[in-house]
């Protein structure tokens, strides 16, 4: 597996600022966001592809992936083109319609274009609370949709409904943990379908309240990995390890918002200490 971080915890700061610190805490690839406010859009169709690939390419940074949260279906097929122009194979989403409508109407189009630029769609695995800017509040749980793609259910639904070589999941273990999920379960059941296309690296506040806190999953520094966090990251990644996993598995959390440059460097610093720690355990 390749190690590798998302650019979301610093979606406050610009984007050379934010590869610039992740390059020094040692990450050589960085999933880039092109998503709705308040989530990271450092990177959007119509910038000059150069100029961004010209920043990575200073810090010694790949681009292993592009995150579209909260896009309609036009913005989306233009990530994906934008995607390929960047020379990214993955682009990731979640559902971000009604289930039936999102197998039906809104994917087939993406899945189309993707398998024509060289792009994987690679749906998450997400809590069926609609996204709005103040999401990290932990409203909408009220309002969740009775059909998406949060529990292993639903995954192995998508799968089975769209078989397709240019669609998979970015698995995202909180949400798993969420809906009482085994994340090696799906990992292993991904695997063997080659459908598991990205992996985040991601905790959970032992505090959540389920069925009140929606998407507010603790505090950033609760979302971080961590030795006394909620999950022991050494199974799930032992199990990526085990099952020949060669996709990326990126340190990521929400919950940054108003912090300093200084102190979301220094949460990812300790965290990256613990998961590199996990994957000396591991082999």
Sequence with gaps: MRY????????????????????????????LWSSAKPLAHH???????????????????????LTMYGKNQQEMLERIDFAADLGIDTVIFDCEANYSDFVSTFLPPLIELG??????????N???VPFSADFESGINEDKRWDEGVDSLAQIKRLVTDIDHPNLGVCLAPPHL????????????FLAERKRLYYYYI????????????????GPGEMQLPRTDGTLDHAVPLSTLKRIGYEGAASLKCHGTHGWSLEK??????SSDAYIKDCLRRVG
């Design 43 to 65: 990177v959007n169709p119509g910038d000059d592809p150069k100029k961004i690939l010209a920043v990575l390419d200073k810090y010694k940074m790949k681009p292993c992936g």
């Design 177 to 188: 943990w969420v809906m009482n999920d085994s994340i090696s379960e799906a990992i292993i």
């Design 202 to 217: 991601w905790d959970i506040d032992r505090a959540y309240r389920h069925g009140v806190d929606g998407l507010n999953f």
């Design 4 to 31: 590798t971080a998302e650019i979301l915890p610093y979606h406050d700061y610009d984007f050379e600022t934010s590869i610039k610190e992740l390059a020094g805490l040692g990450f050589k690839e960085v999933n």
């Design 264 to 269: 979301i460097t220094s949460q990812l610093k």
């Design 115 to 124: 398998a024509k630029r060289g792009v994987r769609i690679a749906v998450e």
């Design 126 to 128: 997400h809590l069926t």
